[in-house]
């Protein structure tokens, strides 16, 4: 199959053999698959991605001074069954999965496996068990969607809202607006979403932001009060006291870039929760001081479950998302332009 294959001397595209499934497993072509930013942040640095995988325990399947072919935001055909499997889904059917799949050694995720090549190949092997068909009518890259949309229905899953919870969302990327399209899809409002970024604020308001704001103008925090939050503890403490609480905020972080944690912290109102999504791999620090006076929540929450994997691919897909599709000899150029903040949210690759 023909595969586009990171290495530490960039990317490029080449011949791989076709993978074969296990027990249990299936053969797929790849029909769509999102750039994801942990694809662009492993692209830059192998070996530290790696490093940082193994400081958190989880298991490292790759050589990073090998090749990977990354992609796990993906839809595809089923196209085989491999041994011991139940054949339950027709040949031919578009299909979603977590992208997970069990290893000689136990689960190893795909994109990030030498043994598992991800979705910017021609071909590659899932867990039968872990297949969702996808429903009729939805197209490849709307399907592609349901992964990066679940992380932020897992973000707010995270959050506990209350109905009166006032919502401000920090960074309209891929992971802001999954979040944007999680409280949309409950109802929820008030929701203050934040970007430098003209085209991404509109994209916000289109998924149904009740506020968009540009930080370069206006702080997205500046409007607490106008939403029924108080504002500082002492307000708060006030309020408590004279029987009227107020409502609370909630931020999501949706940046993941050191020193956007303390910016979060100091402009979070009283008792607020802070749901950090934003996957930030360098070094960052924060001062305790303002989070304590504040008696701040801060949850910093990763991935999804099944189950919210599963309820996000039978919702619609919000649209606009896709800005732009690549074959396999376009993912090198497709990674740079990436690397240029609000020109792109999502871009597929085709292969």
């Keep these: 199959m023909r595969a586009a294959v990171a290495s530490v001397a960039g990317i490029g595209v080449t011949e791989l053999p076709d993978p074969v499934p296990g027990p249990g497993q299936v053969l797929v072509r790849t029909l769509a698959c999102g750039i994801c930013g942990s694809d662009l942040h492993a692209a830059r640095d192998l070996e530290a991605f790696a490093g940082n995988l193994s400081r958190v325990g989880a298991p490292v399947v790759f050589?990073?001074?090998?090749?990977?072919?990354?992609?796990?935001?993906?839809?595809?055909?089923?196209?085989?069954y491999g041994p011991d499997t139940a054949g339950r889904l027709p040949i031919g059917t578009m299909v979603c999965a977590v992208p997970m799949v069990l290893g000689p050694q136990g689960p190893e995720s795909i994109g990030y496996s030498q043994r598992y090549p991800g979705g910017f190949g021609e071909l590659m092997v899932l867990q039968e068990d872990g297949l969702l068909p996808v429903p009729e009518g939805r197209t490849a890259e709307e399907a592609a969607l349901t992964e990066p949309l679940s992380v932020g229905e897992h973000a707010v899953a995270a959050a506990r809202l209350a109905p009166s919870d006032v919502c401000v969302v920090?960074?309209?990327?891929?992971?802001?607006?999954?979040?944007?399209?999680?409280?949309?899809a409950r109802g929820h409002a008030p929701v203050v979403a934040a970007d430098f970024s003209p085209a991404r604020r509109s994209l916000a308001a289109r998924l149904g932001a009740d506020v968009v704001v540009d930080p370069a103008a206006e702080s997205p925090y500046a409007r607490w009060q106008e939403f029924g939050v108080p504002a500082t503890a002492l307000e708060r403490g006030a309020n408590e006291l004279?029987?009227?609480?107020?409502?609370?905020?909630?931020?999501?972080?949706?940046?993941?870039v050191p020193g956007v944690l303390q910016q979060v912290i100091d402009g979070a109102a009283a008792k607020s929760r802070v749901v950090v999504v934003g996957v930030c791999?360098?070094?960052?620090?924060?001062?305790?001081?303002?989070?304590?006076?504040?008696?701040?929540?801060?949850?910093?929450?990763?991935?999804?479950?099944?189950?919210?994997?599963?309820?996000?691919?039978?919702r619609d897909v919000p649209a606009g998302l896709v800005t732009s599709a690549v074959g396999l000899d376009g993912v090198a150029g497709a990674f740079e332009a990436l690397r240029a903040p609000g020109e792109h949210v999502k871009i597929m690759v085709k292969p």
């Design 281 to 314: 791999m360098e070094p960052d620090g924060i001062e305790a001081f303002p989070a304590i006076v504040k008696e701040l929540e801060v949850r910093f929450v990763f991935g999804y479950t099944q189950a919210e994997f599963a309820a996000v691919l039978q």
């Design 242 to 256: 004279f029987g009227f609480p107020g409502n609370d905020g909630v931020i999501f972080e949706c940046v993941g």
């Design 170 to 184: 920090v960074g309209c990327g891929p992971v802001g607006l999954a979040v944007i399209a999680a409280l949309k």
């Design 63 to 80: 050589d990073p001074a090998g090749e990977l072919v990354f992609g796990h935001e993906f839809s595809a055909e089923l196209v085989g």
